[in-house]
């Protein structure tokens, strides 16, 4: 292969790094909250009831956001539930994923839990069968002093000082049909500006996310959201995006291409934001949160059957996932200027980058891209100029060979570099042309020999992220040589 230059220049920047886009997503759907983050049965509970070794490997990640409690099971979701002692909680159905709740998991342990691992809280209101007061109830509960009737409650519960959740959801996918409390784009509308201004009258600190479209694939796409932003207007902060991938076509290639969909999914977003903005010839903005994005198309076990903590889309994960994961961050470094929040779906068991078995714990391949950028996530972006071979995929149009994303630090470049050959080494030319490398901090790899290798617990180590040093600097240059299907995170030195 011939070899690919990447041109960078510090002055050529898109915006400032938001650490919020290395969120999670905690949703009490299948084994994600008991068994994965809440255990008390296992032998590694803390005093809380919380699971150890998920929490150890999970900080690893370095997670700042973090969306609670859904997802689907948020439109039918009722807070109060949640709260109060443990015994007096009602247990009941839940309709999203045909499991039974049993509420020893709510608001007060999730924030405890935020907490203890420094996550930014994240709610999510129930716009589908729960109402606009309901929403400015749960606010009051989390935000205000003592001396109402909802932060009296939160007092008498343990926590006389305010939780302090800044961040909230006007729902969840209020576009899709299978959503509880689905209606079409007006009528959601109305309901979340309704819950909007009690919501901030509540507490005015707060910032707001809008039901955006959740797939790119249904009739109402972007019409949705011109429709719900032009009627909410400055009351919200931010628009949701969802975007779930996945091999259907068993081609690698065409696989590995499909940043060139995230691209477009978020400029089109971002497109309809700025036309409101201008047609309401207003000062604020929205910007974009992807609140739910990940790989998954090959676990669809959606169906609890009337259990506790069934086993429910627990997804393998290979080496081109974790490809594709490393494809989506790039995508976000590269609309750093209007992607400001991003919540993998989701943290533990569901889709998710840890899986428990009994007391045994599986690191699976999709946490290593998530570490790698997350270590190296302090800057600004920087625009990345790639010439060199490229691809025609079959469903995304033509891609360079090498995928890239940059952060400029304190004296600092962190480089990310993705070589989607199946079987070819790459050689990178990086050229930085108003400044000098001094050498090489620090630099690390994930690859492997076959795209479908994946970690198992009898194998946990199939695919890692381990140091790589095949990178030769001198002032004006550096000069990498990537195996096929590697993604290659370093940071060099100015």
């Given at each position: 292969m011939k070899p690919t230059t990447l041109s960078l220049h510090t002055k050529f920047q898109i915006g400032q790094v938001d650490p919020r886009i290395f969120g999670g997503f905690l949703e009490h759907m299948g084994r994600c909250v008991y068994e994965g983050v809440y255990h008390s049965d296992s032998a590694h509970a803390d005093e809380n009831g919380f699971r150890s070794d998920s929490l150890t490997a999970l900080k690893r990640l370095q997670m700042t956001a973090m969306r609670y409690p859904g997802g689907n099971f948020a439109s039918g979701y009722h807070w109060m539930d949640g709260i109060g002692p443990k015994q007096q909680r009602p247990t009941v159905r839940d309709l999203a994923w045909q499991s039974i709740e049993p509420n020893q998991f709510g608001t007060d342990e999730y924030i405890q839990l935020c907490r203890s691992m420094g996550w930014t809280p994240m709610l999510t209101a129930n716009l589908g069968t729960g109402t606009p007061e309901e929403a400015r109830n749960w606010v009051e509960y989390c935000?205000?002093?003592?001396?109402?009737?909802?932060?009296?409650?939160?007092?008498?519960?343990?926590?006389?000082?305010?939780?302090?959740?800044?961040?909230?959801?006007?729902?969840?996918?209020?576009?899709?049909?299978?959503?509880?409390?689905?209606?079409?784009?007006?009528?959601?509308a109305i309901r979340a500006q309704q819950a909007a201004k009690m919501m901030k009258d509540t507490d005015r600190s707060i910032e707001l996310v809008a039901c955006g479209s959740c797939t790119i694939d249904m009739d109402t796409y972007m019409a949705w959201d011109h429709e719900v932003l032009d009627y909410l207007g400055d009351y919200t902060d931010y628009v949701s995006l969802h975007?779930?991938?996945g091999n259907h076509e068993n081609d690698t290639a065409n696989y590995l291409a499909i940043t060139n969909?995230?691209?477009?999914?978020?400029?089109?977003?971002?497109?309809?934001?700025?036309?409101?903005?201008?047609?309401?010839?207003?000062?604020?903005?929205?910007?974009?949160c992807f609140?739910?994005?990940?790989?998954?198309?090959?676990?669809?076990?959606?169906?609890?059957?009337?259990?506790?903590?069934?086993?429910?889309i627990e997804?393998?994960?290979?080496?081109?996932?974790?490809?594709?994961?490393?494809?989506?961050?790039h995508s976000f470094l590269r609309h750093a200027d209007v992607l400001k929040i991003a919540n993998i779906a989701q943290i533990a068991n569901v889709i998710a980058p840890i899986l428990t078995r009994g007391d045994d714990l599986l690191v699976q391949s999709i946490f290593y891209p998530f570490e790698m950028f997350s270590r190296r996530r302090e800057g600004v972006s920087l625009q990345t100029r790639v010439e060199g071979p490229s691809y025609e995929s079959q469903s995304y149009g033509r891609v360079h060979m090498i995928d890239a994303s940059a952060i400029l630090g304190?004296?600092?470049?962190?480089?990310?570099?993705?070589?989607?050959?199946?079987?070819?080494?790459a050689e990178v030319q990086i050229q930085l042309t108003d400044d000098e490398f001094i050498g090489l901090d620090n630099a690390e790899i994930l690859t492997g020999s076959d795209p479908k290798q994946a970690n198992s617990f009898e194998q946990p180590d199939q695919i890692a992220s381990i140091p790589f040093d095949n990178t030769h600097v001198v002032p004006n240059q550096a000069t990498v040589q990537l195996p096929p299907l590697s993604f290659v995170a370093m940071t060099l030195d100015l």
């Open positions: 935000n205000a002093p003592p001396g109402t009737r909802y932060a009296d409650m939160r007092a008498a519960n343990g926590s006389i000082a305010p939780h302090a959740v800044k961040l909230w959801c006007l729902g969840n996918e209020m576009d899709g049909p299978w959503q509880l409390g689905h209606v079409p784009a007006g009528q959601y975007r779930y991938v969909s995230i691209d477009r999914q978020i400029e089109e977003m971002d497109a309809v934001c700025r036309f409101i903005q201008a047609k309401r010839r207003s000062k604020k903005r929205a910007y974009l609140d739910e994005w990940n790989v998954w198309y090959k676990n669809q076990e959606m169906d609890g059957e009337g259990k506790f903590a069934p086993h429910l997804e393998v994960y290979n080496l081109e996932d974790a490809l594709v994961i490393a494809g989506f961050f304190e004296s600092k470049l962190h480089l990310f570099l993705s070589n989607r050959s199946l079987d070819e080494s």
